[in-house]
């Protein structure tokens, strides 16, 4: 079973992303998720996946 996710890439020189859950009165709080050296970040409220242009599904992060 394969799972699709939406991924939202972040632009070049950006250091992070913000997350409101997309949903306006229906979202969460907005947050800053910062990228630093990773390649991809997850929102902890709703695990919306944020990536930097070179990500690929099977990237793992150390």
Request: glycine share 12%; net charge negative; charged share 20%.
């Amino acid at each position: 079973m394969t799972i699709e996710r939406n991924i939202h890439l972040v632009k070049d020189g950006e250091h992070g992303a913000s997350c409101d859950g997309g949903g306006g009165s229906l979202g969460h709080p907005r947050v800053f998720l910062p990228l630093a050296e990773k390649i991809y970040i997850d929102c902890y409220y709703c695990g919306q996946r944020f990536a930097r242009h070179n990500y690929s599904q099977n990237a793992t992060q150390e």
